[in-house]
T-cell receptor, first 117, second 111 residues
Framework: GAVVSQHPSRVICKSGTSVKIECRSL??????MFWYRQFPKKSLMLMAT?????????EQGVEKDKFLINHASLTLSTLTVTSAHPEDSSFYIC?????????????FGDGTRLSIL | AQTVTQSQPEMSVQEAETVTLSCTYD???????LFWYKQPPSRQMILVIR??????QNATENRFSVNFQKAAKSFSLKISDSQLGDAAMYFC????????FGQGTRLTINP
């Protein structure tokens, strides 16, 4: 089945650092990938939709300059948390859909736990 | 905007018994998809079952089945013969152009 790989799985860094998270579709091509944020014991909140070769579409309230998204190929999207602060600590999850097969469900990565000290 | 509501923050069931998780949603669309995802402690999101709104027949996947009531905008999940491995957070989700998740229900299986 379709596999989405997310890396790293855990990041601990100092305040002010920029952190990059990668999301790869391993055995399929994805024109669209999604980035979610999940607070402890809460649901997933869509942050942005990443489109290959074009700008990402951000949800209301998500800072574009804070959360930079790049989708340079059909198998890779990256989320960069710039100048991270403790309030950015969270669980970030990506997902992707196969572009060659219509109406396919999203496949999720294993998530990245980000902790800003 | 579409919303998804799971009114049961927590549920528990005895092993081998049946449990039903509730979900309601709000939309003005007629064509959409509904999902149940499972999130175990490992935090990975696992697709449990999927329903297409234009299909009247309720989806089933082995021990998992749904009761889809389109007019009532209700989409409950029934787990039969509950197993210890079913313990997890369960999220109901709606998709028309993007996924919208409910608040989740934590399911505990009692041995």
């Amino acid at each position: 089945g379709a596999v989405v790989s997310q890396h790293p799985s855990r990041v601990i860094c100092k305040s002010g650092t920029s952190v990059k998270i990668e999301c790869r579709s391993l055995d399929f091509q994805a024109t669209t990938m999604f980035w979610y944020r999940q607070f402890p014991k809460k649901s997933l909140m869509l942050m942005a939709t990443s489109n290959e070769g074009s700008k990402a579409t951000y949800e209301q309230g998500v800072e574009k300059d804070k959360f930079l998204i790049n989708h340079a190929s059909l198998t890779l999207s990256t989320l960069t948390v710039t100048s991270a602060h403790p309030e950015d600590s969270s669980f970030y999850i990506c997902s992707a859909s196969e572009w060659t097969v219509s109406n396919q469900p999203q496949h999720f990565g294993d998530g990245t736990r980000l902790s800003i000290l | 905007a579409q919303t998804v509501t799971q009114s049961q923050p927590e549920m528990s069931v005895q092993e081998a018994e049946t449990v039903t998780l509730s979900c309601t949603y709000d939309t003005s669309e007629s064509d959409y998809y509904l999902f149940w995802y499972k999130q175990p402690p490992s935090r990975q999101m696992i697709l449990v079952i999927r329903q297409e709104a234009y299909k009247q027949q309720n989806a089933t996947e082995n021990r998992f089945s749904v009761n889809f009531q389109k007019a009532a905008k209700s989409f409950s999940l029934k787990i039969s013969d509950s197993q210890l491995g079913d313990a997890a957070m369960y999220f109901c989700a709606y998709e028309e152009s993007k996924l919208v998740f409910g608040q989740g229900t934590r399911l505990t299986i009692n041995p």
